[in-house]
Nanobody, 124 residues
Framework: QVQLVESGGGLVQAGGSLRLSCAAS????????VGWFRQAPGKEREFVAA????????YYADSVKGRFTISRDNAGNTVYLQMNSLTPEDTAVYYC?????????????????WGQGTQVTVSS
């Protein structure tokens, strides 16, 4: 079983930056693809970014492309989401998810394990 724990959320002013971390425990996610999703109040959970098992392929939602960067450490067990130039529209609970596949996906249904989420609030 894989447990995922997100951290790094908080309150930041518009234009600021945050770095989220997703740490896996219980079982390594080194061979898994990992994605970040977010859910704002009253909205569906949406795809943000994903990375394949090697870290060599990354994917981004259009709304964050050029501002967010997903990466994973050499051991492959921690995945990061660097978020720059934040806007109030980025306010949401951010979730990381692991997929039992080497290939990343933009679809929630493809992910097998989910963290509890971390709140990101961007003030104007």
């Amino acid at each position: 079983q894989v447990q995922l724990v997100e951290s790094g959320g908080g309150l930041v002013q518009a234009g600021g930056s945050l770095r989220l971390s997703c740490a896996a425990s219980g079982r390594t996610v080194r061979g898994y693809a990992v994605g970040w999703f977010r859910q704002a109040p009253g909205k569906e959970r949406e795809f943000v970014a994903a990375i394949n098992w090697t870290g060599g392929n990354t994917y981004y939602a259009d709304s964050v492309k050029g501002r967010f960067t997903i990466s994973r450490d050499n051991a492959g067990n921690t995945v990061y989401l660097q978020m720059n130039s934040l806007t109030p529209e980025d306010t949401a609970v951010y979730y990381c998810a692991a997929r039992m596949s080497v290939l990343a996906s933009q679809h929630r249904r493809d992910y097998n394990y989910w963290g509890q989420g971390t709140q990101v609030t961007v003030s104007s």
